[in-house]
């Protein structure tokens, strides 16, 4: 039987609790997840690709069912270039739902194979999202609850620590 690849696409900038707990279920339905991180995003990023990757993968470690890679272009082209079938996207408020919509409905558009999956948010992390992190760490609050101890560390040397203005 072949195996089931999803690709989880996103900017990571930077990856959070929430991506994680998206990642640890994917993997109780696929055998294998790509990690795939945007490198046209439009958004302007904190973090360069490399360091948002160094990231991703000391917190993830050696798990060989799950890799880290970059991609530009169509995702669709990607995703098959992966041998993956399936476009793995988190959903938290209704707020998330217009845009993935857009987009889950111009990839089927652009390869009908190509199917995305959505998982909804689990409850602690309903309101997290690497942008509201980047604010309030930038503010000197304290994200650690949020975002694994390399992100964090690295939130801190741009920012500084918590509290401290
Ligand atoms: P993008 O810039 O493509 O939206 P993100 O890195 O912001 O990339 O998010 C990647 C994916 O992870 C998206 O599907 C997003 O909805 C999902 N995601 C982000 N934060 C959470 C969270 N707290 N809970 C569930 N899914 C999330």
């Known amino acids: 039987m072949s195996k089931r690849i999803a690709v989880y696409p996103g900017s990571f900038d930077p990856i959070t ?3 994680l707990d998206i990642i640890e279920r994917g993997l109780d339905v696929f055998d294998e997840i790509v ?8 958004k302007k990023s904190l973090f360069p690709t490399e360091e948002r990757i160094r990231h991703i993968k000391e917190t993830i470690g050696d798990n060989p069912r799950v890799s880290v890679d970059t991609f530009d272009g169509l995702l669709v082209d990607y995703v098959v270039s992966k041998g993956a079938k399936v476009i793995l996207r988190g959903l938290r408020a209704v707020s998330d739902f217009e845009y993935e919509f857009q987009i889950a409905q111009m990839n089927h558009n652009l390869k009908n194979e190509i199917e995305t999956l959505f998982m909804m948010t689990s409850v602690p992390y309903g309101y997290l999202s690497s942008s509201i992190v980047k604010e309030v760490a930038s503010l000197h609050g304290s994200v650690e609850s949020c975002v694994p101890p390399v992100v964090l560390q690295a939130l801190i040397e741009k920012f500084g620590a918590p509290g401290k203005a």
């Open 35 to 42: 990690i795939a991180v945007a490198r046209n995003s439009e």
């Open 17 to 19: 609790y929430g991506h």
